[in-house]
């Protein structure tokens, strides 16, 4: 390590207690982006925290920019030096709600350390990588060598699209070289990682009827369709016997080439019951970021506490599948429903909703940008970048590499499978804030470097 980059990690270790204090006063506002459960003042009281954050830290312009879906993002700029280049630095305020408060160990909203971890809900997904944006820029100083934007959403969570709907009109705002997306992280804690690959996603509302009504199942059960039974059997031809995906049209055999999974920790990750098995085949990775995935989200029909004895006339499912890279949404979309209306038995009645519909997105990994990466994961982790893909949607990225075709898109942050983001007792390992905030203040010096000289980083 050289003595340049033994300084900055000094400096980020000094910063520590901090990015704590930081993580703490974020997570103590509730921006949930959901006005149906939470205030939307919190969410403007968040944006404003992180507007005056950055502005503390050398970005000139901070402001709130109103979207399109009525949410605010915190948007701000820092010239670069003559012949430097820019870099976009992205993050999310809004969290998920905290969901069972019972199943919480603590406060969601209170940052509580425990057992070497900070907890609460938004810790790592995503204030924790506001935090680690301010450590990695309070860590340089007034020596920061490129030029930088900054973009901090308020609906990501909520999936309304503001910040997709704002980038296209405003691309000069926002253009940069590099474009950090801090809403993922390592493979697992010391491992350094970056997300190439994201599913996209699409929805249908599937509903089946078979009765003008209601009947007796004493005095009609046998020769009167089922209704829900029709929707099962249309549900379960979407799976293998395996138990995995299969939709006519589609191809369900991709295989991972990047960071794999391994199985075991796969099954504690996704709290799998023992003797239970995994669904489908191949291995994890290829299961998880290169092939076509459904999940029936929810089932509209009689429940069981109340129920009559009634062959029900009408059931509804909404149905989702996430699509791998290569694959485009819509296609897998009009794959999905046919797919349906073909398994309909016994001549029922199908009518087949179509909701949103989210693009894969698969990033370019042989520019400067991420050989600078490169170079600082190596130098703090001590081992070479890893590439990973999420099972995940991240529907603004496609939106970016539309609008900024020539510009090089970065997925990492702080997040890592033990942070259990979107779940009770969410919590980030502060040694990731630590890592990644001197990866990316290293990045920082490493790609402007490059892009002066004309070099790629060593």
Not at 445 to 458: E, Q, T, V
Request: charged content about 20%; proline content about 8%; hydrophobic content about 40%.
């Amino acid at each position: 390590m050289s003595q340049a980059t033994g300084e900055l990690a000094r400096r980020i270790d000094e910063l520590m207690p901090r990015a704590q204090a930081d993580l703490a006063e974020l997570v103590a506002i509730p921006s949930v982006a959901d006005p149906r459960q939470y205030p939307p003042e919190k969410c403007r009281e968040a944006a404003e925290w992180v507007a005056a954050a950055f502005a503390g830290v050398g970005l000139r312009d901070v402001h709130l920019a109103e979207t399109p879906d009525g949410s605010h993002a915190v948007l701000g700029h820092r010239p670069p030096p003559p012949g430097a280049p820019t870099v976009l630095l992205y993050s999310h305020y809004d969290v998920q709600p905290p969901l069972d408060a019972a199943a919480w160990a603590s406060e969601p909203f209170r940052l509580t350390e425990r057992d070497g971890r900070w907890y609460g809900r938004g810790t790592a997904d995503c204030k924790g990588n506001i935090v680690m944006h301010l450590t990695a820029l309070r860590a340089l100083g007034d020596d920061v060598p490129v030029g930088l934007k900054l973009a901090v959403e308020g609906s990501e969570e909520q999936g309304t699209g503001g910040l997709e709907q704002y980038v296209p009109p405003h691309a000069d705002e926002l253009h940069a070289d590099a474009l950090l997306i801090c809403d993922t992280g390592n493979a697992a804690v010391g491992v350094p990682t970056v997300t190439t690959s994201l599913r996209g996603v699409v929805n249908v509302v599937v509903g089946v009827e078979a009765l003008r009504g209601d009947v007796h199942s004493g005095m009609f059960g046998g020769p009167a369709p089922d209704a829900l039974a029709a929707l099962i059997r249309m549900l379960d031809s979407l799976r293998d016997a395996d138990g995995g995906t299969r939709i006519d049209g589609l191809d369900c055999t991709g295989t991972w080439s990047g960071a794999g999974y391994d199985e075991g920790t796969f099954r504690t990750d996704a709290g799998v019951l023992d003797d239970v098995r995994l669904t489908g085949s191949g291995t994890v990775a290829d299961r998880l970021w290169s092939r076509p995935a459904v999940t029936v989200l929810g089932i509209d029909c009689p429940p069981v506490v109340g129920s009559v004895a009634a062959v029900p006339a009408a059931a509804r499912a909404r149905v989702s599948l996430r699509v791998p890279p290569g694959t485009d949404a819509r296609t897998a979309q009009e794959a999905l429903v046919a797919h349906l209306e073909a398994a309909a038995p016994w001549g029922v009645r199908v009518s087949v909703e179509r909701e949103s519909a989210g693009a894969p997105f698969r990033a370019d990994t042989g520019g400067p940008a991420y050989a600078a990466l490169d170079q600082a994961m190596r130098e703090v982790y001590g081992k070479p970048m890893s590439f990973l893909g999420q099972g995940g949607s991240i529907p603004l990225c496609n939106v970016l590499a539309t609008t900024f075709p020539e510009s090089e898109i970065v997925l990492m942050g702080v997040e890592e499978p033990r942070c259990l983001i979107h779940a009770p007792n969410e919590s980030v390992d502060p040694e990731e804030i630590r890592r990644m905030a001197h990866v990316e203040a290293l990045f920082l010096r490493y790609f402007a470097d490059s892009r002066s000289s004309g070099r790629r980083p060593r």
